[in-house]
């Protein structure tokens, strides 16, 4: 049997990045190839749930973050600052990661490393002999677009340092330098799990394949599983904010969401991603339900509008289904996606504010010196402002119009079934 070893980016809060990855093993799984995961954090053992072998390694351990509050929008402008988020502070800890990543590598044997946005694989697969695909964004790949394609970033923002942290290790094991976390992100195949409207590339060159939205259709085992009634004898609107949605997804959110939306016609079913308990959000309210967790694809599929942070992973299955969005990002990655979505009409997006006295500047102090950006310490959203923006996607009919175009052409990439196909083209090559 043929094994794949899957790297999913585990330290951010979302589960997006681990659900492109398990939509691919489970279409291996059912080529009788063993696939198998690099993964520690709270995912690791959902992903153990689905029958995977489950490599959990000890470093790097994350960077605490040292404010009490976060904010409610941050600028991120390039992938350098991953690297003090997912706790590679210093050399030795990258080799501690690295030890582990060609440990479980040796005990495995993989035919192929499959990253998403992992910085580890690169480095392993180039020490270990072993072909790396890349499920990759625009904004990670070579012939790809800035973080932040829509305008220029304010001035004062300063990226990590992070060649200290890599350098001396990859010297170590013969490796070319790098410049930037970027540059970890390079495979000998990339796969784009979207499409060129959602993805646009200055140049598509043949190690670069679209496949299409890759979505997971292996059920979490939650407690309202399969018989959750979607309600679909009247207009619903989802509201969902992910595991990786930070302070978009607090308590004042969620108030400013009853007082918006509390006296419409509108059935307003709300996951809170089990960051609270439904009952801390009890509201007498007729049309609006608070959850801890709902089938979420099933949920999308009934709506007729869903309202999220702008994750990839929720916006590639509303992409799947033909459902128009309201996005309410908490940084600049998140925002991109939903500006890619607004520009061919299925979507708004309500931005940060653009006023400069509604942000900070804000400096963090690491052994490679001080980094620094911009975040906007507190929601400037009122619930007239959200009201009005719900309204619009939920009746005008051209938002519905441009998410069936764009699922139309989603619909014709071949998804985790050519994806795979593609990698066993790679490596039989």
Not at 112 to 126: A, H, M
Not at 137 to 145: D, K, L, N, V
Not at 235 to 256: D, H, I, K, R, S
Not at 343 to 360: D, L, Q
Request: overall charge negative; hydrophobic content about 40%.
């Amino acid at each position: 049997m043929q094994r794949a070893l899957l790297f999913p980016s585990y330290q951010g809060g979302g589960f997006g990045h681990i659900s492109r990855c398990l939509a691919l093993a489970q279409e291996l799984k059912r080529r009788n190839w063993v696939p198998a995961f690099f993964l520690s954090g709270k995912y690791a053992e959902t992903v153990k749930s689905f029958g995977y072998r489950v490599y959990s390694p000890q470093f790097p351990s994350r960077m605490r973050s040292e404010s009490r509050e976060n904010p409610a929008y941050t600028w991120i402008t390039d992938a350098n600052f991953q690297v003090p988020r997912d706790g590679f502070m210093n050399p030795w800890r990258t080799w501690a990661a690295i030890v582990e990543g060609l440990y479980a590598i040796r005990r495995l044997q993989p035919k192929v490393l499959i990253s998403d946005f992992s910085l580890l694989p690169w480095i392993l697969g180039r020490k270990a002999g072993v072909p790396v695909v890349q499920i990759s964004r625009a904004i990670t790949h070579p012939h790809g677009s800035p973080i932040c394609w829509w305008k220029d970033p304010p001035a004062g923002i300063r990226s990590p340092q992070i060649r200290e942290v890599f350098n001396p290790v990859l010297e170590r094991l013969g490796c070319s330098p790098i410049e930037h976390a970027e540059d970890l992100l390079r495979g000998d195949m990339y796969l784009i799990p979207s499409i060129p409207e959602l993805e646009p590339l200055a140049e598509v060159t043949n190690d670069t394949q679209y496949v299409g939205p890759l979505i997971n259709t292996q059920v979490v085992n939650q407690e309202n599983n399969g018989d959750f009634d979607t309600g679909e004898d009247r207009p619903n609107l989802y509201v969902t904010l992910g595991g990786g949605a930070g302070p978009v997804g607090n308590l004042e959110f969620f108030q400013t969401l009853i007082e918006a939306l509390k006296s419409t016609e509108w059935r307003v079913v709300v996951s809170t991603g089990n960051k609270f308990n439904p009952d801390q959000l009890a509201a007498e309210t007729r049309n609006i339900e608070f959850f801890s967790w709902v089938p979420g694809r099933k949920m999308i599929n009934a709506s007729t509008a869903v309202l999220f942070h702008g994750g990839y992973g929720t916006m590639m299955e509303t992409v799947e289904s033909g459902v128009p969005s309201l996005i309410i990002p908490f940084h600049t990655e998140q925002e991109g996606n939903g500006r890619r979505l607004e520009h061919h009409g299925a979507a708004r997006v309500i931005g940060p504010s653009n006023s400069i006295e509604c942000y900070k500047l804000i400096s963090f102090r690491w052994r490679n010196g001080d980094f620094s950006t911009w975040v906007q310490p507190r929601s400037q959203l009122t619930p007239e402002e959200l009201y009005e923006s719900v309204r619009v996607i939920m009746e005008r009919s051209e938002f519905k119009d441009s998410a069936m175009a764009l699922r139309d052409i989603a619909h014709e990439y071949p998804g985790a079934n050519g994806a795979i196909d593609i990698i066993q083209t790679l490596i039989e090559a």
